[in-house]
């Protein structure tokens, strides 16, 4: 993977509003993959006292977002397909790793998988990216 592109992919996620308030941290990029992490909190209950699908959801499209970007040019998504299987446990530490299954010249398909801190299986996704023929607009910072 090209070193500018990490760099500069890391520096950004480290800036964004959304990734904060979730407590998102991107542990790794390479080409075509990312692995994101975030402790499970109090505020991401649902009413059932669970994890709300929507944190755990949060969490895989950052992986997402990542790896999508990891060539170096702009990526948006398309379509997110995800399947939930489990629930962690108060204060899991939790882990979306995405990896690229199909590239072509404008789209790209990714599996994603979200798991707890004892290797659980949470949730799987489906994911498909419109690329676009532009530089990420960060590369130049």
Do not use: W
């Not at 991107?26 to 080409?31: C, R, Y």
């Not at 962690?88 to 939790?94: I, R, V, Y």
């Amino acid at each position: 993977m090209d070193k500018k592109v990490k760099q500069a992919i890391f520096a950004q996620i480290e800036k964004e509003p959304f990734g904060k308030k979730f407590g998102l941290t991107l542990v790794d990029v390479q080409d075509g993959s990312a692995r994101v992490e975030m402790r499970f909190t109090p505020d991401m209950e649902n009413m059932f006292g669970m994890a709300h699908g929507g944190a755990i959801f949060s969490l895989m499209d950052a992986a997402f977002e990542v790896a999508s970007n990891s060539h170096g040019t702009m990526a948006v998504a398309l379509s997110m397909n995800i399947h939930y299987l489990a629930s962690p446990a108060k204060g899991a530490l939790l882990t979306a790793e995405a990896r690229e299954i199909n590239k072509t010249k404008r789209t790209a398909a990714y599996d994603i998988r979200a798991t707890d801190d004892s290797g659980k299986l949470l949730a799987t996704c489906q994911s498909l990216v419109y690329r676009m023929d532009k530089p990420l607009p960060f590369l130049a910072d």
